[in-house]
Each structure stands twice: as structure tokens, then as C-alpha cells.
């Protein structure tokens, strides 16, 4: 059972996804240009200093979020392979089972035990997991870029409405006001079409990786509490049997695959908060320094927020911070239940 698990967590199940986000960004591929478009059209576009200062700092939280990604998954890789190749070692090539000498255990329908074929089948091994660890980042990186991008733009769409019709503009007229009113509605529809876009392309392949990365924090939990309990061949100590690796490895690849959930709960509470903000924005502009037919006009994109828009898990979860909690809370009550059998096996 920990050898089925192990494979799962490790291999079949990381690999399912990386390929499945290679998969759906060139299904979408298409459909995604006019968005890139829009991204560097948004850069190109005159602002002032403000905005601009808005929209750097969605990049620098975005740049961040790649930086910590890659930095993680290179982290993630080695240690896991450094713990199997150290195992690997420790084995006796004759004496242990063939499967045990690779760095993902499997089966092969072949004799591994000759020096060659086992590095040639390790050294595939090694260069698969680093293959795959490139899609499995980068479509996460490029999703959160398009989405705080959004946000920034909707940050500076609110400002602009916030002071459309502040007294410090009152030298404008009327028709200024209603024509840039009018690209404001414009605006908050363009931005609206763009976050729908992404949500989408993307929904359903978030579903997937939800619930893949639920089962992998159960499973990478329940190897953890095993070799604690059972010390198996996995669990290496010291010689003060004081520092565990598998403990050390548990502890990265949970952080890495939270910390990818988290990802998206946080830029999909960011988008929540921003679109549902421009009705409050709309509220909190000087409408009253204009005559009443003119503040009407607010009431379209008033009635517009009412329904904020979303980045789901396959139309059937919102990402939000409540939601990142409520992935532990499942992924804690699944292990639960694989303790409970394996210790009525045991």
C-alpha cells in the first residue's frame, strides 16, 4: 500500500496534471492570444503615474508568485530524488526487489538488476520529473499573471470612477464627463469579457488539480505518518534518530502543493474583491455634484457588480480563502480514513 501510494502521489498523479495543462493551453491557445493582447496593450496604453504604479505592483506580486514557484519545484524534485537515491544505495541490488532500485518505484517486464539499464531507466526517470515540473508551474504562473492583471486594471478603473465627478474636475463639462463615463462602461465590460474568458478556458482544469492536490496532501500525509510509525525503509534518521528526511520532504511538498491552491484562492478572492468593488466604487464618487439624470448613469455599472465575477473550480467552487481552509479540512478527513484501515489491516 505505501508503494502504491507513493507512486501515485509522486508520479502518476503530477504527471496526469502537467500533461493535462499542456494539453488545455493549446486546446485554448487561440482563445488565449487576444488576452496576452490585451496584457501588453494595457502596458502600451498612456497612464498616469498611479495607475501605473497599480499595475506594477499586481506584477511584482505576480513575479513573486513565480519566483516562489520555481524556486519550490526545484526544491521539491531534488529532495524527494535524493532521498530514493540514497535508498537506492543503501539496497543490495540482488537482495531487494527490482522495483525498489528505481528512483520511481514500477514495474518493468524486463531485468533491471544490470548496472546500465537501471541508470538508463533512472537517468529517463530524472529528466521526465524535470520535464513535467516546467508545465505543472508555468500555466499556474500564467493563469495568476492574467488574473492580477485584471485586478489591477479594475483597481484603476475604480479610481477613475471614484473621481470622475470630483469637485476638482467641476471645470468639465457634462458631455466630458458622459464620454468618459461611457469608456468607463466600456472599460468594466472589456474587463468583465477577459475574467470570463479565463474562467472559462481554465474552470474545469482547476477542478482536476483540486482535487488531485487533495488526494496528494492526504497521500504524502498518510507515507509521512507510516514511516514515523513503522520507521520503513523510507524514514531515514540520524544516529541520534533526532532528524527525520521524510518529515523534511513532507514539509516542502506540502508547502509546494498548498502553496499552489493558495495560489489560486488568493488571486480568485483578489478578483472577487475587485469586481464586486466597483459598485461601491460607483457609490462612493461625487455623484451628488452632478444633476440626477447624470448619476443615473452610475446605475449600470452598479447593477453590473451585483454578480462579481468568479474563478471556479469547474462552476462548482469559488476560489477564495475559505475555500484554501476547506481543501485541508478534506484532505485531513481523508487520512484520517486511510489510517483507520490500515490500522484495521494492521
Not at 309 to 336: E, H, K, P, V, W
Request: proline share 2%; net charge neutral; charged share 15%.
Amino acid at each position: 500500500m505505501n508503494e502504491i501510494t507513493q507512486t501515485l502521489c509522486m508520479a502518476l498523479m503530477p504527471s496526469v496534471i502537467a500533461i493535462l495543462k499542456v494539453l488545455v493551453t493549446l486546446y485554448y491557445r487561440e482563445g488565449l492570444k487576444p488576452l496576452v493582447k490585451c496584457f501588453y496593450d494595457d502596458w502600451r496604453r498612456s497612464k498616469t503615474e498611479t495607475e501605473r504604479t497599480t499595475m506594477l505592483a499586481a506584477a511584482k506580486v505576480w513575479r513573486f508568485i513565480s519566483t516562489w514557484s520555481t524556486v519550490v519545484n526545484h526544491i521539491v524534485i531534488p529532495a524527494f530524488l535524493g532521498i530514493r537515491s540514497f535508498t537506492i544505495y543503501t539496497y543490495g541490488r540482488y537482495q531487494e526487489s527490482q522495483a525498489h532500485l528505481l528512483l520511481y518505484i514500477g514495474y518493468f517486464p524486463f531485468n533491471l538488476r544490470s548496472t546500465s539499464i537501471m541508470m538508463l531507466i533512472n537517468f529517463g526517470q530524472l529528466v521526465a520529473a524535470y520535464c513535467l515540473t516546467i508545465p505543472y508551474t508555468g500555466v499556474d504562473a500564467f493563469i495568476a499573471m492574467l488574473v492580477l492583471h485584471t485586478c489591477g486594471q479594475f483597481e484603476n478603473l475604480r479610481m477613475r470612477l471614484e473621481g470622475l465627478m470630483d469637485e476638482k474636475n467641476g471645470t468639465r463639462s457634462m458631455d466630458q464627463i458622459q464620454k468618459e463615463l461611457v469608456w468607463i462602461v466600456k472599460r468594466h465590460e472589456h474587463l468583465n469579457w477577459v475574467a470570463g474568458k479565463i474562467e472559462e478556458y481554465f474552470n474545469k482544469l482547476l477542478l482536476i488539480q483540486v482535487l488531485v492536490c487533495t488526494i496528494e496532501i492526504c497521500f504524502q500525509g498518510f507515507l509521512f505518518l507510516n514511516a514515523s510509525i513503522y520507521e520503513d525503509f523510507f524514514a531515514i534518521y540520524d544516529a541520534d534518530g533526532i532528524f527525520n528526511l521524510q518529515f523534511l520532504f513532507f514539509v516542502i511538498f506540502v508547502t509546494h502543493i498548498a502553496g499552489h491552491l493558495y495560489i489560486y484562492c488568493y488571486v480568485g478572492e483578489k478578483l472577487l474583491v475587485q469586481s464586486n468593488g466597483m459598485a461601491n466604487s460607483a457609490y462612493n464618487s461625487s455623484w451628488f455634484n452632478v444633476s440626477p439624470q447624470d448619476a443615473k448613469c452610475l446605475l449600470f455599472i452598479m447593477n453590473r457588480s451585483i454578480r462579481p465575477l468568479q474563478l471556479t473550480a469547474g462552476n462548482f467552487s469559488t476560489f477564495s480563502i475559505d475555500m484554501f481552509s476547506t481543501i485541508l479540512r478534506t484532505a485531513m478527513g481523508y487520512l484520517s480514513v486511510l489510517l483507520t484501515v490500515q490500522a484495521g489491516k494492521d
